[in-house]
């Protein structure tokens, strides 16, 4: 499978954002995408995961009450809404998964450091007045 990233961009403080996460190719044996921020001079974290089979969506703390995770069956899409967005969201935001049997799951995703082996080339999201 193949993921590209899109819809990053300059937005004022406080403005919204949705990035989308496209997949192509054999995604049969993927069943969850996440979504990954790095900032400048800051270790890449993840923010958001969404299971296929189930819908389910988690969310680091930071960012629950702010960004909206979902997936668009028809196009194969996951898009990541952002809203009410801070300077401190600015970084470059890449969208990742892996095979399922090396899928560490969307818990570990947004709460700890994990590998992955598909990532989409990152989009960059700057927050500024």
């Known amino acids: 499978v193949q993921l590209q990233a899109s819809g990053g961009g300059l937005v004022q403080p406080g403005g919204s954002l949705r990035l989308s996460c496209a997949a192509s190719?054999?995604?049969?044996?993927?069943?969850?995408i996440g979504w990954f921020r790095q900032a400048p001079g800051k270790e890449r974290e993840g923010v958001s995961c969404?299971?296929?089979?189930?819908?389910?969506?988690y969310y680091k703390d930071t960012v629950k009450d702010q960004f909206t995770i979902s997936r668009d069956v028809a196009t194969n899409t996951v898009h990541l809404q952002m809203k009410m967005l801070k300077p401190e969201d600015t970084a470059v935001y890449y969208c990742?998964?892996?095979?399922?049997?090396?899928?560490?799951?969307?818990?570990?995703?947004?709460?700890?450091?994990?590998?992955?082996?598909?990532w989409g080339r990152g989009t960059q999201v700057t927050v500024s007045s």
């Open positions: 969404i299971e296929f089979s189930d819908g389910a969506t």
């Open positions: 190719g054999s995604s049969l044996d993927y069943y969850a």
């Open positions: 990742a998964t892996d095979r399922a049997v090396m899928w560490p799951g969307c818990r570990a995703v947004v709460s700890g450091p994990v590998f992955l082996a598909t």
